[in-house]
């Protein structure tokens, strides 16, 4: 079993930062990307940022510039620090990971349960 837990959501006002953090657990051989997508309330599941085995780092249009997201050097913990938040930010943020599986060598693609991130004054 693969499973990543996510911490760190919270309220926040307009302007100020915040800083997640994901770490995965369990029978991994690999780690391919992890990284966070968010849904908002009414709205689609989008990509916010995610990282891979080489550092290489994918964000959505609008959270260019804005935040940034990295990966400690043992690489099963990504962060992802969110800074000039905007009230239109606020969502829940889910971990997601792609994993090869010790033993079996398959790949998996594990979500977390979310965070709930709200900007508001």
């Known amino acids: 079993q693969v499973q990543v837990v996510e911490s760190g959501g919270g309220l926040v006002e307009p302007g100020g930062s915040l800083r997640l953090s994901c770490t995965a657990s369990?029978?991994?051989?690999?780690?391919?990307?992890m990284g966070w997508y968010r849904q908002a309330p009414g709205k689609e599941r989008e990509l916010v940022a995610t990282?891979?085995?080489?550092?290489?780092?994918n964000y959505g249009d609008s959270m260019k510039g804005r935040f940034a997201v990295s990966r400690d050097n043992a690489g099963n913990t990504v962060y992802l620090e969110m800074n000039s938040l905007k009230p239109e930010d606020t969502a829940v943020y889910y971990c997601y990971g792609n994993f090869v599986q010790r033993l079996s060598f398959r790949t998996r693609e594990v979500w977390g349960q979310g965070t709930l991130v709200t900007v508001s004054s």
């Open positions: 369990g029978s991994i051989s690999r780690i391919n990307v």
């Open positions: 990282i891979d085995s080489g550092d290489n780092t």
